[in-house]
């Protein structure tokens, strides 16, 4: 049914997105695409989930998050392909991707989404839930469940390859 | 001879780092208000509006502006009738510890940059300076790597025209494109050394963006804002004619052999803090 809804979203448009979203960014990839390649369990499984491009802040006492923002998208190009043939069904940036994150989400019907980048302050306040999933060596890049309300979102890349930033 | 202590130091460099990395620069923030109120883009506007709400509640709540709460820059300008009772590199990097943890900052710094593991608050890269007075001034600067990834450096002829160079700092604008944080503010370094220009171009993101230069570079600055800002990259990358707030140029005498131009970066959320000890 999620998945449904995945393909009828449509480059350019504007979505809040209401659910759990999952943090995962440069060495965190590394690790799953290096499980996968050795044929082991994953840590979480990817069948409908969505990345979230972000390592927090520490967490101030009485919050439930730090700032909270994307980073650059760009650095997870070389796992993507490999995640999104795992079942994974999104991913949360800021920036441009590669063709062949293009190809591979068209391929696996999946999608890509902006938010607002360098807005971590801001988008803190729409964490409502925190919970660590993963890799909790990895301090800041560890993986971390976050359950969101109305989360900002513009479809960067969707279902169909269209590009928000035309052809690369 | 004037005496500052070690601790003085370590305690003044905590406050610059939180006070860096909470409050945007006035002068930032003073730019991104202006262009947000004459954009007519939908979208850049929107997006220019919640780069402002973000730096509100940023203030307001005591949260880092950017998750990236950067590689801690520190330039330390001291003073040479200043005796440092203590030792100073360390100071420096116990206070952007000590500050980094007060505000639940991140800690983005890898010991080893090619083992990785583990992540720690330091160390600051630190740059020392010896000038005249008996004052320190010290300067935070956290600088986030999703824009320091697209500095470059170019080691042009010496008979290069200024085209040349004009065309270099646009296209490792285009480079940067939407990756980096547009609206960006761009500094360049040109003269010196491959080293020197390159910190000549961190430098110059310390310049208030309302603020000329003292030299005849203020047209170069202003000719390749207007070309940059012809780029449609825009805020987010979504288009628009705010690619960049700023240019900010700092020259330096150079080699008869050589003409090094270095340009740095910034995402919007430029943020540093000094003061005077």
């Known amino acids: 049914m999620i998945r449904l809804k995945i393909e009828v979203l449509k480059t350019g448009e504007r979505i ?5 979203i999952y943090t995962a ?7 799953l695409v290096e499980t996968i390649r050795a044929g082991k369990k994953l840590p979480l499984d990817l069948r409908g989930k969505i990345i979230y491009y972000c390592g927090p802040t520490q967490t101030p006492k009485g919050k439930i998050i730090g700032s909270c923002g994307p980073t650059t998208s760009s650095r997870m190009d070389e796992f993507t392909a490999a995640l999104l043939k795992a079942g994974l069904m999104g991913m949360i940036g800021k920036g441009s ?31 409502m839930k925190r919970k660590p999933v993963a890799f909790q060596d990895l301090g800041p890049e560890a993986i971390y469940e976050l359950e969101v309300k109305n989360f900002p979102l513009i479809v960067g890349i969707d279902a169909s390859g269209r590009n928000i930033y035309g052809k690369e | 001879m004037k005496i500052i202590s070690a601790r003085k130091i370590k305690d003044t460099v905590a406050e610059l780092c939180v006070r860096a990395n909470l409050i945007l620069r006035k002068d930032v923030l003073k730019q991104l208000k202006r262009v947000c109120l004459a954009e007519k ?4 506007k929107d997006v220019l509006g919640a780069i402002i709400k973000n730096a509100q509640i940023a203030r307001i709540e005591k949260l880092a502006i950017c998750q990236d709460t950067g590689l801690p820059c520190v ?12 030792d100073i590199r360390q100071a420096v990097n116990q206070g952007v510890v000590l500050g980094y943890k007060k505000a639940y900052l991140r800690n983005s710094i890898i010991a080893d940059p090619l083992k990785r593991a583990k992540s720690g608050y330091a160390p600051a890269v630190i ?30 002829k010496p008979t290069a025209g200024i085209k040349e160079i004009k065309k270099f700092i646009i296209e490792v604008v285009k480079a940067a494109g939407p990756d980096a944080c547009p609206p960006y503010i761009v500094g360049v370094g040109i003269g010196g050394t491959a080293d020197y220009a390159s910190l000549l171009a961190k430098k110059a993101l310390l310049r ?15 000719e390749l804002l207007r070309e940059i800002n012809k780029l449609n990259i825009g ?15 700092e020259t330096y005498p150079t080699h008869i052999a050589g003409l090094p131009v270095a340009v740095n970066i910034s995402c919007h959320a430029l943020r540093s803090a000094s003061v005077i000890i």
């Open chain 1, 25 to 31: 960014r440069d060495q965190a990839h590394k690790r």
């Open chain 2, 127 to 156: 740059h020392f300076d010896i000038v005249k007075g008996d004052k320190i001034k010290l300067t935070v600067f956290p600088k986030g790597f999703g824009c320091e990834n697209k500095a470059q450096l170019k080691m042009f």
């Open chain 1, 16 to 20: 809040f997105l209401s659910g759990k």
């Open chain 2, 235 to 249: 805020p987010m990358g979504l288009g628009g004619k705010n690619t960049a707030l700023a240019v900010n140029i």
């Open chain 2, 41 to 44: 883009n939908k979208t850049a």
């Open chain 2, 208 to 222: 208030r963006l309302d603020q000329r230069p003292k030299t005849k570079d203020h047209r170069l600055e202003v």
């Open chain 1, 97 to 127: 991707r590669s063709r062949e994150v293009v190809a591979a989400i068209k391929k696996y019907k999946a999608a890509y989404f902006l938010t607002y980048a360098g807005c971590g302050a801001l988008l803190s306040k729409y964490v």
């Open chain 2, 75 to 86: 330039f330390v300008e001291i003073g040479q009738n200043v005796r440092v009772a203590g």
